[in-house]
């Protein structure tokens, strides 16, 4: 027990652990499926955000891109669940029966070379984390090393972003074009659309994101942690130290695009379709609000930042159709203007003290009282030491 008091006191996993509560008892145990499920598609957004806290709040490189490695990782599983659904008996009314059913309507007769891997779930797993990084490594290697950051390098994301975007609409028999992949209802023969399957995959998710903060909370409290913060604040001073200050860079850019592939891939499982709209500039900017208003230095703040700001999406959608994008600019803007650090620095700032305070208030009014009681015993106790006399409470206490 003092172990795990220890452990949690050194990783400061107090609010994970609360996060944790939350999420896989209060939230279930209060929602429907339906709205269960909408929970467990923003959770899908918040590996992004637990990224863009290390890319860009500890290593200082603010990435407006993040959307593009997001739908790497939902195309690739995308691809293996609609090869599943692309059985030669499903797709025997098809020219080319065996093959995705875009494809037979792009006049493809035959599986293209890029898909073969997707036919393996446990190869499509590692290929989930692996292209998501292996894209990061290359652009993030041609820029750090010759030191290309800031606005630049935000402004390279964004390219990246709208690239990808054009290049997945323009090649309809390959990716599905505009439409995306759709029609995805089986993983390895399990029915990923009923009620039982989405409880499932909702609680994968949120194992999958408390491990990615544990993962991040590690290596915030390791040495690399101390020095992303000293080469997001001091970078020349790091780089004279003996650093390689671009190798740090390309492990969080790499780092964040993976986590980023994982919420992907959960994104595909649990609404069924992968598209486009998602990998491009207005989503990748959407995800970097949700690491704003959480708190670009706190993971759990950015989890609760894509909760947030998803789930006011959906309320001012549904109650306002026709002004839920002003309402969330407004939504966005307030909190970054009355609270630069997000919610997390609302709650060290402002919430934190205030409970601290109030408990010392308590703990000392309390003193008092204990103090008040036992002074006329202390007193009586002294006046009888002076007199000889015994007291008489210690009397009846004797007898």
Not at 245 to 272: E, M, P
Request: charged fraction near 15%.
């Amino acid at each position: 027990m003092q172990f795990l008091k220890d452990m949690i006191h050194r990783y400061h996993l107090a609010s994970v652990l609360l996060l944790t509560v939350l999420l896989v008892v209060v939230l279930p145990l209060s929602l429907d499926i339906f709205r269960l499920n909408l929970v467990g598609k923003y959770l899908t957004y918040a590996f992004v955000a637990v990224g863009l806290v290390m890319v860009w709040g500890y290593g200082g490189v603010l990435s407006l891109g993040q959307g593009v490695f997001f739908g790497l990782g939902g195309y690739a599983m995308a691809m293996f669940l609609k090869l599943e659904a692309s059985d030669p008996e499903t797709t025997k009314i098809q020219s080319t029966p065996g093959i995705p059913d875009f494809m037979d309507w792009n006049q493809l007769t035959e599986l293209p070379l890029m898909w073969l891997p997707f036919k393996s779930l446990p190869l499509t797993l590692i290929l989930v984390v692996a292209v998501p990084m292996a894209l990061a490594w290359l652009i993030s290697f041609a820029m750090f090393k010759r030191r290309v950051g800031g606005v630049y390098f935000a402004i390279i994301t964004q390219a990246v972003a709208l690239i990808l975007t054009v290049l997945i609409v323009g090649q309809q028999g390959y990716t599905g074009g505009v439409n995306g992949m759709t029609d995805l209802k089986t993983l390895m023969g399990w029915d990923i659309r009923t009620d039982s399957a989405k409880t499932i995959l909702y609680l994968v998710c949120v194992a999958l994101l408390i491990a990615s903060i544990l993962l991040c909370r590690w290596i915030q409290t390791s040495k690399l942690g101390t020095l992303l913060l000293a080469m997001r604040d001091k970078e020349d001073r790091v780089r004279f130290s003996g650093y390689d200050v671009s190798n740090f860079k390309v492990f969080t850019f790499c780092l964040a695009a993976g986590l980023s592939g994982i919420g992907g891939a959960l994104f595909t499982l649990q609404v069924g379709f992968m598209s486009p709209t998602l990998v491009g500039i207005v989503p990748s900017i959407e995800m970097v609000i949700y690491a704003a208003v959480g708190g670009r230095m706190s993971l759990v703040g950015a989890v609760y930042g894509a909760l947030l700001v998803n789930a006011g999406k959906t309320l001012f959608s549904e109650s306002f159709p026709d002004l839920w994008l002003f309402l969330m600019a407004a939504l966005f803007i307030g909190v970054t203007m009355a609270f630069p650090m997000g919610l997390a620095g609302l709650w060290e700032d402002k919430i934190k003290p205030w409970w601290q305070a109030r408990g010392a208030a308590r703990r000392a009014y309390d003193d008092k009282l204990v103090a008040a009681k036992t002074a006329p015993h202390a007193a009586a106790v002294a006046s009888s030491a002076e007199t000889g006399t015994p007291d008489a409470s210690l009397h009846g206490q004797r007898a």
